[in-house]
């Protein structure tokens, strides 16, 4: 690893002020950060910790009954205590990587870092929820925009995640048993306005929704409903974990799975 | 350079580390306390898991700038008192939960947070909660043993293989 310097500021307003120092970066829970800094794939001059920063941790509910989960809020206590909140999202965010990993790693983090066999990145977009950053409110349909690539501005800062609560979910993955992330990972929920379908792992594009899914489960919401829809091959991963039909196949297959779960 | 302060198993422990300097390296290097072992460098395999704050986590993968001020538990802290092993370490010993014990001190970390969160686990939970635990000697199952005897369970039932 290059050296570099750590601040752990208290205060968003002095996290923000910190970014503003020549090639700073984030530091959330550091679980995808620094292993790609023991790579030296990444140099950055100073990391500002967001781990030490009370009004970007923990979970409540808003208002208007949707779930906020501050930035730098864990997987560990996502799935703890957002438990009885939103159900499916706690599920999520208690099968990411290991104990150890959900300790450490933060909500902010996996969205920034947009990977595209990451768990959150499908519960945001499926929930169509919004994040907050520093300087505004982004929603999650504008917010990914490909592999490793968001809406985030250099040095934007995401403080919180703001999720409309389903009237059931589920979310479904495909466990690439090496790494622990998905395969293909499925995130459905269904609200009084329709069905949501969000799909990880399988395009080369990141996570997207997957539309026909969306209409056929909006006017029947049972697994049924999905068994006659498929999706090309073209456009998906392939690996040496499957190919890119193997992914279009089992995000059918996932899909079907989290209707019944949720259902 | 920054200093750094942490009470590292009941003793207040101190030092001066760069900005890069793991807690794993802190502890090993700095504290000689290399019981925490270091099998990878992509956050994988779990020989490094420590408690900090009562929390496990791995050690290779925090700076040990951010756990300044932390409560820090390493292998070195788990035996009694009397430095006899603690249960786990022990049952590790009576159902031959190690082989050449290079994942040990991460297995009895993890297995120490389990326990702690789930005093009676069922053997799916054990290989649940040590996803993040790898062994490349025992295939899983005295380790699996050693947690659920552990816990004061019944492990005669399950075979030894
Ligand atoms: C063994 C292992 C298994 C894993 N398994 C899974 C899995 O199954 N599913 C899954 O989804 N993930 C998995 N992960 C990744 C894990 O969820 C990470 O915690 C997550 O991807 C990154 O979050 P972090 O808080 O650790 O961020 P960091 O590693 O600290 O940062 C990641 C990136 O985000 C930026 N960043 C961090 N926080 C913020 C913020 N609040 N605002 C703006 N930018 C920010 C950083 O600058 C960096 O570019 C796994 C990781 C490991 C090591
Ligand atoms: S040394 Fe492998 S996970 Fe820490
Ligand atoms: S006992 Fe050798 S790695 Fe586990």
Known sequence: MYNFDVERPGTVADAAAAMGREDAQALGGGQTLIPTLKQRLASPSVLVSLTGIAEMAGVCTTDDGQVAIGGATTHGA???????????LAGLASHIGDPAVRNRGTIGGSLANNDPSACYPAAALGSGATIITNTRSIAADDYFQGMFTTALEEGEIITEVRFPVPEVSDYQKFVQPASRFALVGVFVAKYAGGVRVAVTGASNDGVFRWSEAEAALSSDFSADAVKGLSLSGDNMISDLHGTGAYRAHLVGVMTGRAVTNAA | ??????????????????????????????????????????????????????EAIKACT??????????????EGMANADGSLNVIQQAFQDHHGLQCGFCTPGMVMSAAALLKENPEPSETEVRDYLEGNLCRCTGYHNIVKAIMAASGQDVSSIAAE
């Open chain 1, 78 to 88: 996502v799935a703890r205590d957002a438990a009885s909140l939103y159900p499916g």
């Open chain 2, 1 to 54: 350079m920054v200093q750094v302060s942490m009470t590292v198993n009941g003793r207040a422990s101190s030092g001066e580390v760069e900005g890069r300097t793991l807690l794993s390296s802190f502890l090993r290097d700095d504290l000689s306390l290399t019981g925490t072992h270091v099998g990878c460098d992509t956050s994988q395999c779990g020989a490094c898991v420590v408690h900090v704050n009562g």
């Open chain 2, 62 to 75: 925090m700076l040990a700038a951010e756990a300044d001020g932390a409560e820090v538990t390493t292998i």
